[in-house]
């Protein structure tokens, strides 16, 4: 095998839930190809037109061995670098790459990476209702399911309020009013924490809807109430105000799942300003870069909680899983569910049991992909609605 080369890529578009992105490496070897997600699921056609005109021809003839030099070739070589689009074009690649990697070595992808750390991956999933019971109700569903992490959202990430009067010719869109949250979330949190054992563990996500010194305000709110992570609380562009947060209060923070390049997160992991990284694996390139940026966080105490909703493919999933397996520095897993149909569509997608969520033992990372049944399920185009969301007045902020 030792003129390996990469034949064929090809990028397949598919809805059994959240509309995906998958990659296909085929190579030299027959019968030897990978899988790796490129799910940006709200701009897949872009996806799929940078890996069919760009990503696919530059790798093919490459030995699909050489992973670094390819992602690095691949991110420089169209000079201009980093972003979501060609970001999840080239973790497509990547983990395919891993995935015949670990196929070649006859190995789980977490054993190229160190092993097992942990027997399975604690994970979080969603509760949430429209009123302080309803949320509760939800948190006890999801504890007789044997989850111990979940997430509580009041109204979804909008919120309750969003029902306020509008001005004449208000334009539309999702409304909210941001500082609603200023009291509905303490008011949830005091609740729940009066009701659930104390060992459970809650977390909320902000979703960037507040303005910065009121995100210092809720941080603060809600120390009392032991979050194991507050996700979120600032935007991106907002980055400078986490050294406030950290001056006034010790709730645990989460960020980074709509950072691109794994190096925008330097400054605040090097300045200990978060506790969890919660970055999108193919938003950052794959896992390649999330292996280095795991190792990075290492050093500083803090810990991973990969972006796992469902717009996350069960091969990205499966990615997730085989780095929280043997990252030391691990914290927990976000799981959103995978529907029958998925199962079906991915065979060998990861399963969660009391809580856990394990990879299989099969090389590489161990997920199939029935082409077939995928054909059947085309993409819907539509924008997304939802983010578009505008304040009581009708202003756009970020969704
Ligand atoms: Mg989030």
Redesign the pocket.
């Known amino acids: 095998m030792s003129c390996l080369k990469i034949t064929k890529v090809d990028c397949i578009l598919t809805q059994p839930g959240c509309r995906l992105v998958v990659v296909k490496v085929s190579t030299s070897e027959p019968g030897l190809f990978g899988l790796g997600c490129a799910t940006f699921t709200q701009r897949h056609i872009a996806v799929k037109a940078a890996v069919d005109g760009h990503i696919g021809p530059f790798v093919i003839g490459k030995d699909p061995r050489n992973i670094e030099d390819i992602w690095q070739t691949a991110m420089v070589n169209g000079y201009w670098r980093n972003g979501p689009v060609l970001n999840n074009a080239i973790s497509g690649v990547d983990m395919a790459l891993w995935d015949i990697k670990g196929k070649l070595a006859g190995m789980p992808c977490y054993q190229l990476w160190g092993g097992k750390c942990r027997g399975g991956a604690a994970v979080y999933t969603h509760a949430g209702g429209a009123s302080n019971q309803e949320a509760l109700d939800d948190v006890r569903r999801c504890m007789a399911q044997g989850y111990h992490f979940i997430r509580c959202q009041i109204g979804g990430y909008p919120g309750l309020a969003g029902k306020q009067p509008r001005p004449d010719g208000a334009p539309p869109g999702d409304y909210f009013y941001p500082r609603e949250k200023l009291y509905q979330i303490p008011e949830l949190f005091e609740y729940l924490r009066g009701e659930l054992p104390p060992d459970i563990e809650l977390l909320h996500?902000v979703?960037e809807r507040l303005a910065p010194i009121d995100a210092v305000y809720l941080a603060k709110a809600l120390e009392p109430y032991r979050l194991f992570f507050l996700?979120?609380v600032l935007a991106p562009e907002d980055l400078e105000w986490f050294a406030n947060i950290r001056q006034v209060c010790a709730t645990p923070i989460a960020m980074g799942?709509l950072f691109n390049h794994p190096r925008e997160m330097t400054p605040l992991i090097a300045n200990r300003l978060i506790d969890f990284i919660?970055v999108h694996v193919s938003q950052i390139g794959g896992i390649t870069p999330a292996l280095k940026l795991a190792r990075f966080c290492e050093a500083f105490g803090v810990r991973t909680a990969w972006?796992g909703?469902g717009d996350v493919s069960p091969i990205g999933m499966a990615a997730n899983v085989h780095l929280d397996i043997s990252c030391i520095n691990f914290g927990v897993q976000e799981w959103a569910g995978r529907n029958a149909l998925e199962y079906e569509m991915f065979p060998g997608t990861p399963v969660v049991k009391y809580g856990y969520v394990y990879p299989n033992e099969k090389p590489g990372l161990g997920i199939d992909f029935n082409e077939a049944l995928a054909a059947k399920y085309p993409c819907t185009d539509e924008n997304p609605t939802w983010t578009v969301s505008r304040l009581p007045d009708g202003t756009l902020w970020r969704p």
């Open positions: 996500d979703h996700e979120d799942e919660r972006h909703p």
